[in-house]
């Protein structure tokens, strides 16, 4: 644009420098030069308009790419991620078989050799009565075990039911370590009930709530030594009831603790650790609490420094 005023400056100069000589053609002429004026500004115009289009084109074809760029990056990502998921999946599954095959394997042996101590008529009365006495306690982990892997795998069908009533949280948790007692007490360990709570009212299916925190002093229990204390203690905590259970037994290390709620989760899954389970107890009660709207935590030092699990539920329905 300032070239084009420039150029038609100049030509108006020179038409001015001859007006005493023409002035007639001048008069003539100026309305062309003009016109020619005119057509060139709004050729410049255009030409920049068009740049303009081109360059907004461009910015958008750019954006577009880097746009198309992420979303590849992000494709690459979830195809990894994904990739990572079914690789642990299927060590889980490996490990799950391996401890499935434990579970069963250990007992079924156990049994069959029990068997040729009755089979043997050299066998003394005495003897033959410790083997009957141990082929029933091994038949009745069998049906343990069986039991466990059918609980959970009714789950579904089971959380699609919930039958809700308001109770009390400490007659929940006193009820669930009388059952715990006894197995606590057979193994020398001190099971002790801390209730903080002035009002403790829960509205939720007591069952499921019950079963959750008789899984958390089940596994406190099975995984503290003789002589050890396992404590469970209850809080308000505004509109939620907060229920912990700890422990001074065999620990979890760090690496571990992300895993703990996970189906078939084993912090021992070798077929030679001393601790009996399909590790399901855990995920179990984390879809129970999860199913009221509650939340579970677990904190742990690491191995040998005892294990604290940690439930809040809301007092009254989420939803």
């Known amino acids: 644009m300032p070239i084009l005023l420039l150029l038609t400056s100049f030509g108006l100069?020179?038409?001015?420098?001859?007006?005493?000589?023409?002035?007639?053609?001048?008069?003539?002429?100026?309305?062309?030069?003009?016109?020619?004026g005119a057509l060139?500004?709004?050729?410049?115009?255009?030409?920049?308009?068009?740049?303009?289009?081109?360059?907004?084109?461009?910015?958008?074809?750019?954006e577009e790419?880097?746009?198309?760029?992420?979303?590849?990056?992000?494709?690459?990502?979830?195809?990894?991620?994904?990739?990572k998921k079914i690789e642990e999946f299927g060590k889980a599954k490996e490990e799950f078989v391996a401890i499935l095959?434990?579970?069963?394997?250990?007992?079924?042996?156990?049994?069959?050799?029990?068997?040729?101590?009755?089979?043997?008529?050299?066998?003394?009365?005495e003897l033959k009565e410790k083997a009957a006495d141990?082929?029933?306690?091994?038949?009745?982990?069998?049906?343990?075990?069986?039991?466990?892997?059918?609980n959970f795998l009714e789950i579904p069908a089971d959380?699609?039911?919930?039958?809700?009533?308001?109770?009390?949280c400490d007659e929940l948790v006193r009820e669930a370590a009388r059952q715990i007692e006894p197995t606590a007490s057979e193994k020398g360990i001190k099971l002790i009930i801390d209730n903080g709570l002035i009002e403790g009212k829960l509205y939720c299916d007591p069952f499921k709530i019950s079963k959750a925190i008789k899984h958390l002093l089940q596994n406190a229990v099975k995984f503290t030594p003789s002589g050890g204390k396992v404590k469970i203690k209850t809080r308000a905590g505004g509109e939620s009831i907060e229920i912990t259970v700890k422990d001074d037994g065999r620990g979890i290390k760090k690496a571990d603790l992300p895993y703990v709620f996970e189906p078939f989760s084993?912090?021992?899954?070798?077929?030679?650790?001393?601790?009996?389970?399909?590790?399901?107890?855990?995920?179990?009660?984390?879809?129970?609490?999860d199913l009221h709207g509650g939340r579970i935590r677990v904190f742990s030092d690491g191995l040998n420094q005892g294990t604290e699990f940690n439930i809040s539920l809301p007092r009254k329905p989420t939803s």
Request: glycine fraction near 4%.
């Open 40 to 62: 060139l500004a709004a050729l410049f115009f255009g030409i920049a308009l068009n740049e303009l289009r081109i360059k907004k084109a461009l910015m958008e074809a750019t």
């Open 65 to 83: 790419l880097e746009s198309a760029k992420e979303s590849i990056t992000r494709l690459f990502q979830s195809e990894k991620q994904a990739r």
């Open 266 to 289: 084993q912090v021992d899954s070798s077929t030679t650790r001393s601790h009996d389970g399909l590790g399901l107890g855990l995920a179990i009660t984390k879809k129970i609490i």
């Open 159 to 168: 959380f699609a039911t919930v039958t809700r009533s308001e109770v009390e």
């Open 101 to 125: 095959s434990h579970e069963i394997r250990t007992p079924i042996n156990a049994i069959s050799g029990w068997l040729r101590v009755l089979e043997n008529e050299v066998s003394s009365i």
């Open 13 to 36: 100069a020179i038409l001015l420098h001859n007006a005493s000589e023409n002035a007639g053609e001048i008069r003539e002429i100026i309305p062309y030069v003009i016109i020619c």
């Open 134 to 150: 141990r082929i029933a306690k091994n038949a009745n982990l069998q049906l343990k075990t069986l039991e466990r892997l059918t």
